[in-house]
């Protein structure tokens, strides 16, 4: 977004890294309402106190021109500042053709600089400045800074002789910037920074060369900024690009548009293939978190990153706080929304209100049940829109983990249960967005349209679920057995469908009564525990229609 206040300097571009007053002025011109505007930065309902550049590193760029890599802070009125990563070239030719190029989103303002007048743009959209990352990638280059250095690491996924690829930027607005290189490679610039690697580069870097799974985009390398006594700030990732058409959120709408058909016809039908395609996810998840499962070896110990670990303590008590913190919040911003929900998400609010004590109850039995099953890195973030349909098969995409979370508890080791929970809701929230939101179905009455919705998610989750279990054989040391697997798919439903709520009630408040339905399905089957078995749940009975019973794990 162009700014129309005309900013000046004497300093010129190539003399600008090392002048600190011009950056201040930057940051109190063209920066904050360009920013502002763009899709990866968080903080813009926020109360921001100011920006100020922290770092400045310096790349050239092949024409002898300069592009600078901005270490943006944001200060807000409450809590921690963020850092943003803002790569800025500054184009001065008056040449209209490439001033053209540039979308108006990738424009930070006009800008003279010792007399001399141009344009401040996101370098992201400048060809120049993609070629040289991407060349410093290939080449494992180190480019030292004053504040450290930036490491360009390849990795296995980025081949031999693709040196010279053309560029692009995606235009897909999301939390961080896309761009792809001859059709082979995407290179995921990160917009806010932590100062610890990227999960991502973690779990990517890990599945690509300690295993054997490939339904994920295979590693090409990262970009990292290393300072002495300091921890890494990661700055990119380049991956295989995976062809693909949709993701399988898309794909399940597509089968959902199929089975609403027969819905006012009062015909219940799913398409065979469908089954064989949730099979397939069920399937790929179970064998992404076999890739994750590294126990030890002859005694030899793996990377204690990836070593599995049991339900410790430490483990239980972080669990635990979590989740009475993200109940809180979450009570507290249904109880300062109520009003603007539908009749029936505040009927289900209700219910979700009364059940407090038996959530919290059921929460505290976590800290004492015995259980033998063993945790690992997981996905974190598993949904359908994670995940790409190929021409006949699946990519797991999106490493980052739950936005919501700090870096450090993104690397905390789950069950794996956790990811299948967080599929399992998508399936749920994949059925009821389309019927409850779709206008075919407006004339339909909403018990009939609860009753079928249900019945496709339950043939959908205990394939998903059976196909999953069935990677694994009995018995498999990540999971002991029925009463466990069931007692943590019940945690991390809740968990997720908790922490969903807030998502819609702050994004999309029309969904609301999705999550709020996902919570009030556990409840259920909390309450069926206590009736079967007065208040103790040692043995927890599989989820409504189960196939599980027929499993032997
Ligand atoms: N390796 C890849 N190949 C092709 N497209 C990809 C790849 N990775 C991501 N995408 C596309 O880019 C979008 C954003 O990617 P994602 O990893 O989810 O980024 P973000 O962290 O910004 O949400 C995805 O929804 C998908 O459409
Ligand atoms: O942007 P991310 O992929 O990191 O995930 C966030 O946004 C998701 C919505 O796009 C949100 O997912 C929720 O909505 C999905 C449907 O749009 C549904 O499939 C998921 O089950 C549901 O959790 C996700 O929670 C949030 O972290």
Known sequence: MLSNQPVSSTTAWSSAATDTDFWTMLAHTLLPSYVNTCRWFAG?????????????????????????LLILEASYADGVPENYLL???????????VRADIPEKGRIGELTLDGQRGLLIDAIYDERFREVLFTAIYQNQTIAQPNGQLNFHRGKGLEEGDDKLSSQVLPVDSSNSA????DKYFLKLYRKLFEETNPEVDMVAFLTDESNFTHIPAFGGSIIWKQPNRADVTLGMIQRMVPNDKDSWMQTGDYLNDFLYGVPQRMFAIREDVFDKVELLGKRTGEMHCALYKPS?????????????PF?????????KRFEDLLERRYALLIDNYTKLDPLAQRLAWVFMEAKEMIETFIADFRTRP?????????????????????????????????ESTISERKIKHSPLKDVAGMIRSYHYAVSAKLFNSTETDNIDPDHLQRVSDRWFYLIRDTFLDAYLDVF?????????????????????LEKAVYELGYEISYRPAWVKIPLKGIIDVVREIEKIRLSDGHSVHDVPMLQTGLLQTKGV
């Open 371 to 403: 259980l033998d099953s063993l945790r690992i890195r997981i996905h974190g973030d598993y949904h359908l829109g994670q995940v790409l349909a190929t021409s006949s098969d699946f990519v797991i995409i999106d490493f980052e983990g739950e936005p």
């Open 87 to 97: 790569p800025v070239s500054f184009l001065t030719k008056p040449d209209a053709a």
């Open 179 to 182: 761009m792809t290189f001859g």
């Open 312 to 320: 410790t303590d430490e483990y239980r008590t972080f669990l635990i």
């Open 297 to 309: 070896r002859d005694g030899i110990p793996t990377d204690t990153a990836f070593a599995p670990e």
């Open 44 to 68: 813009k309902a926020r109360q921001q106190t100011g920006f100020s550049v922290q770092t400045i590193h310096s790349l050239d760029l092949p024409d002898g021109d300069l592009a600078f």
């Open 473 to 493: 054989g009995a018995p498999h040391p990540l999971f002991k057995n029925n009463s466990e697997i069931n007692f943590l798919l019940l945690i991390y439903l």
